[in-house]
């Protein structure tokens, strides 16, 4: 099977946009995952979606979103970008639910807002 | 807070010698996982251990679990240069929110 994929690799926006990252999760997994991950606070949940919906969501602001779509490929957005937000964001599927199975990992969007 | 916590923080051993990890967390979990990311890449899944386990195997990797001490440690046999990575423990709750929480993780280089 073919592993998770997220595009772009690589991006870099300015303080004020907003980004659309990508994620298209293993062949028969129903459950997305976003995590960001900087030096500073290591691996911090995003969200999960579903089947179409948010079942789980981690301490970030509104400016942070996502959605699922029926084939279960997953985007996530954030919008009004602020340095700090410069990551890498990595995506996560799994057959069921993120507890209770291993995820498989994308390779990760690296994401630099100047 | 449930996330775990790894220790030490980097670790560095030669070739050939065994690598001990450990993993704190503070919460009743339903199960423990470990990650290996190689620099600035994506994690790659190396063992589950439910809660009601206590060891497991997966090759050269061995995984115990004390739920009484809220721990768990990785041991990884006859380390080779590719074991160089970082090792990230990961706990999922019983209860609430299915989401997986992980440490800072351990920086693991192994020297030739």
């Known amino acids: 099977k073919a592993g998770v994929t997220q595009t772009p690799r690589y991006l870099i926006k300015t303080r004020g946009q907003q980004v659309t990252l990508s994620c298209s999760p293993i062949?028969?997994?129903?459950?997305v995952s976003w995590y960001q991950q900087t030096p500073g606070q290591g691996l911090q949940f995003l969200f999960e979606?579903?089947?179409?919906?948010?079942?789980n969501k981690g301490n970030f602001p509104g400016r942070f979103s996502g959605r699922q779509f029926s084939n279960s490929r997953s985007e996530m957005n954030v919008s009004t970008l602020e340095l700090g937000d410069s990551a890498l964001y990595l995506c996560?599927?799994?057959?069921?639910?993120?507890?209770?199975?291993?995820?498989?990992f994308g390779p990760g969007t690296r994401l630099t807002v100047t | 807070s449930q996330q775990g916590e790894e220790d030490p923080q980097a670790l560095s051993i030669q070739e050939g010698e065994n690598a001990t990890m450990n993993c704190s967390y503070k919460t009743s979990i339903n199960n423990l996982q470990w990650y290996r990311q190689n620099s600035g890449r994506g994690l790659v899944h190396l063992i589950l251990?439910?809660?009601?386990?206590r060891e497991k195997h997966s090759g050269r990797l061995r995984v115990t679990l004390d739920t009484s001490k809220k721990s768990s440690s990785l041991l990884i046999t006859a380390s080779r240069a590719a074991d160089t990575a970082s090792y990230f423990c990961?706990?999922?709750?019983?209860?609430?929110?299915?989401?997986?929480?992980f440490g800072q993780g351990t920086r693991l280089t192994i020297n030739p």
């Open positions: 062949s028969g997994h129903r459950s």
């Open positions: 979606y579903f089947s179409e919906t948010q079942r």
């Open positions: 996560a599927s799994s057959l069921q639910g993120t507890g209770s199975y291993e995820q498989y």
């Open positions: 990961a706990t999922a709750r019983i209860q609430g929110a299915q989401k997986l929480a």
């Open positions: 251990i439910r809660s009601n386990e």
